[in-house]
């Protein structure tokens, strides 16, 4: 079955130190997104891809940093220059038909400790 | 400055009868809308979604409808299910840049409680 894979689920990391969250997608789309959810507020976009080797700033892109070498990879680094990073993170992908949508990854629980 | 508004947080209906969930959005570059379903710990699910073009898509318990005029779009379930409680997200789609890239920006989501 086509998907989303993130990796891992949950993620703690102490202050200072950068972490690389995992996003695989094996549905062949050229866009790839990056959002974050907090409590109580809708989904942030931090960065886009729209193909290798592209990639874009979102909305709240600061502290973040990506890399697109591959179509079907889209790891988010998380540095320590992110003020707030405890969050849950959600990778999607998406097709050009407009109607669709995002297809989500099932997301990854950072926990700064 | 939200682009996209869902305004009740919280929504309690009773099993069977109907939900309603609400939207709001101030951008008139939006040309397609969204409904997503999410449970804990989970991506959101799509749900149903509508052209700017169109004011109503049924699909199923599942009924959109949107008033361009109003930038006002709802959600309607009926009849409304236990297994329908979780928090819905409202979201509106527009182009970024050219290439195949869309923006999806989203409210703020609204817990359905479906009582059996």
């Known amino acids: 079955d086509g998907g989303i894979t993130q990796s891992p689920k949950y993620l703690f990391r102490k202050e200072g130190q950068n972490v690389t969250l995992s996003c695989e997608q094996n549905?062949?789309?050229?866009?790839m997104y990056w959002y974050r959810q907090d409590p109580g507020q809708g989904l942030r976009l931090i960065y886009y891809?729209?193909?290798?080797?592209?990639?874009q700033k979102g909305d709240i892109a600061e502290g973040y940093s990506v890399s697109r070498e591959k179509k079907e990879s889209f790891p988010l680094t998380v540095t320590s220059a992110q003020k707030n990073p405890t969050a849950f993170y959600l990778c999607?992908?998406?097709?050009?038909?407009?109607?669709?949508?995002?297809?989500f990854g099932s997301g990854t629980r950072l926990t700064v400790v | 400055d939200q682009q996209v508004k869902q305004n009740s947080p919280s929504l309690s209906v009773q099993e069977g009868r109907i939900s309603i969930l609400n939207c709001d959005y101030t951008?008139?570059?939006?040309?397609?809308f969204l409904w997503y379903k999410k449970y804990p710990a989970e991506g959101p699910t799509f749900l149903i979604s509508?052209?700017?073009?169109?004011d109503k898509n049924e699909d199923g318990r599942f009924t959109v409808f949107l008033n361009k005029s109003a930038k006002h779009l709802s959600l309607h379930i009926v009849p409304s299910q236990p297994g329908d409680s979780a928090v819905y997200f409202c979201a509106a789609s527009a182009r970024l840049s050219s290439g195949s890239a869309r923006q999806l920006t989203f409210g703020s989501g609204t817990q359905l409680t479906v009582l059996p």
């Open positions: 951008n008139s570059m939006f040309d397609y």
């Open positions: 549905l062949n789309h050229d866009a």
């Open positions: 891809s729209q193909i290798v080797n592209d990639f």
């Open positions: 509508i052209s700017s073009i169109k």
């Open positions: 999607a992908s998406s097709s050009p038909r407009r109607g669709t949508g995002y297809t």
